[in-house]
Structures are given as C-alpha cells and as structure tokens.
C-alpha cells in the first residue's frame, strides 16, 4: 500500500514570496491533516479535513496561510507572503476517518525562508 | 487547553541499557494516548498506542502503560539498540475530531 506522498521534499524561498506544497493521501482516507513542525518542537495541527470540508483550522494562520483539498482527495497548502517564522516541516496526515483511526505521515516538505 | 509534556533531550545511552522517556498530559477527558517515533530524514511512525486507563501499548520491546491516576504515559525499553536511535513523541487525542496533540520531543541516541 501506498503511503502519504508530499512534495516537493525541500524548498528555500526569500520572505515575501509564495510557496505551495502538494499532499496526496492513502488512498481511501477520508481525513487529511496538514501540521506544522518548528524545530525542537511536536507537530502542531494546522488544519484538518473531513473528505472535502474543513472540520478544524482553528490554529491556521489565515492572512497568510490557506488550504484546499480537491474533491476530497489531494491538497496543497499555501503561504502567501511567507515569514521567517514560516520556516519548518510542513507534514501531510491521513487517516481512514478522523475518529479513532491512525494517522499515517507523510515525509514532510522542509520549507526555509530567507 | 490540552497539552502532553515529555521529558527533555537529549537522552544518551549505551547499547542494551535501559530506557525511560517520561510523559504526562492534561486530564480532559479519557483521551487515546501514544507513541510515534521519526528516525532520520524519516517521517513519523505510530510506535504504540493506549486507548483506555490500564492499557499496555507495545511494539518493538517498546512498551507504555495508560496510568490515568498519575496522567502518565511512560515509554520503557528494556535493552535498546543503536537503530532505535531517532526522535520519540509523545500525543493524545483532542477534541471531536480527534487531532493529535504532540509533546515537544525526546532525542535519544544510543551508542555502541
């Protein structure tokens, strides 16, 4: 079985400019989670999907930071102006339903802002 | 709010010791608790889980005791190996829809 698949694996962007990242989740998983992960510190929830739709993006950055997810398959995370702060592991997570089940992790994209 | 809080890194062993990463989280509810482990360059792995008071989570020769009277959730390894050498987080369960909580992290590296 194919696992959580992110790309691109690394990316270096000057603050003030965009960069998206791509997660394509097991297939048949209905949640999908993106977390952000600083260095020295857990991942942190940054949004959740339930199929197509939102269930929490309460931590979110929303002037910056947004999120779609396809017809409840793929989805990009985007940043736009990035920030020094932004820098970190952007981790893509899906599981067969939000309750209960295991989140299975993707790579993680490691994004550095200059 | 929900939090888990581990203890700090680095941890430095030698091979065949043993092994304690401590855990404590929020008491709100009954959470499921676990372990997940990233080697490097590597993604997250679930390591082991607990879903109700009592329980024994284990994989690996990892194990991790559900100890809602002390909201604890202790990772012990008997005899450890250079290849369990990576970063180890602690998380529960929060909310409906069950997002991870995450601790900040133990490193552990273990030497020959």
């Known amino acids: 079985e194919a696992g959580v698949a992110q790309s691109p694996r690394y990316k270096i962007i000057e603050k003030r400019q965009s960069v998206a990242f791509w997660c394509n989740p097991i297939s048949g998983h209905a949640t999908l989670y993106w977390y952000q992960q600083i260095l020295g510190q857990g991942p942190k929830l940054l949004i959740q999907?339930?199929?197509?739709?939102?269930?929490?993006d309460s931590q979110l950055p929303k002037d910056r930071f947004s999120a779609e997810r396809l017809k409840g398959v793929d989805s990009t995370l985007k940043i736009q102006p990035a920030k020094l702060e932004d820098s970190a592991v952007y981790l893509c997570?899906?599981?067969?339903?939000?309750?209960?089940?295991?989140?299975?992790f993707g790579p993680g994209t490691r994004l550095t802002v200059l | 709010g929900d939090s888990v809080t581990q203890m700090e890194g680095p941890v430095t062993l030698s091979e065949e010791a043993f092994l304690t990463i401590n855990c404590t989280y929020t008491a709100t509810g009954y959470p499921s608790l676990f372990w997940y482990v990233q080697y490097p360059g590597e993604g997250l792995q679930l390591l082991l889980k607990?879903?109700?008071?009592?329980d024994k989570g284990s994989n690996k020769g990892f194990e991790a005791t559900y100890r809602k009277e002390t909201t604890s959730f202790h990772l012990e390894k008997g005899s450890v190996q250079v290849s369990d050498s990576a970063v180890y987080f602690c998380a529960r369960f929060s909310g409906g829809y069950n997002k991870l909580i995450f601790g900040a992290g133990t490193r552990l590296a273990v030497h020959p």
């Open positions: 607990a879903t109700k008071a009592d």
């Open positions: 997570a899906s599981s067969f339903s939000g309750r209960t089940n295991e989140q299975f």
């Open positions: 999907f339930q199929n197509n739709g939102v269930v929490d």
